[in-house]
Nanobody
Framework: QPKLEESGGGLVQAGDSLRLSCQGS????????LGWFRQAPGKEREFVAD????????RYADFAKGRFTIDRDNAKKTVSLQMNSLKPEDTAVYYC??????????????WGQGTQVTVSS
């Protein structure tokens, strides 16, 4: 059973950058896809970005393209999300997730507890 724990959230101003990190555990970390999702107040959880084990396959939501970068370090069992040019509409709880295969679907049962990101205008 994989376990995930996010860190790095906080309060920043519009235009600032923030780097989220997710520490994983378990033997599946090396082989499974890793991803980030977010959920804003009153909204459904949505996909942000994910990547396959080798990094050959990376996907980004349209709002994340050009601003966010996902990366992973299999040796350290971490996945990160570098977020630049943050906007108030990026305010949400950000969740790390994992799933067998090359991508992460929102139906995966494997989630971290989430980390709050708040962007002030």
């Amino acid at each position: 059973q994989p376990k995930l724990e996010e860190s790095g959230g906080g309060l920043v101003q519009a235009g600032d950058s923030l780097r989220l990190s997710c520490q994983g555990s378990g033997t599946t970390f090396y082989a499974w896809a890793l991803g980030w999702f977010r959920q804003a107040p009153g909204k459904e959880r949505e996909f942000v970005a994910d990547m396959s084990m080798t990094g050959a396959n990376r996907r980004y939501a349209d709002f994340a393209k050009g601003r966010f970068t996902i990366d992973r370090d299999n040796a350290k069992k971490t996945v990160s999300l570098q977020m630049n040019s943050l906007k108030p509409e990026d305010t949400a709880v950000y969740y790390c997730a994992t799933q067998e295969g090359v991508a992460v679907d929102i139906t995966t049962p494997y989630w971290g507890q989430g980390t709050q990101v708040t962007v002030s205008s």
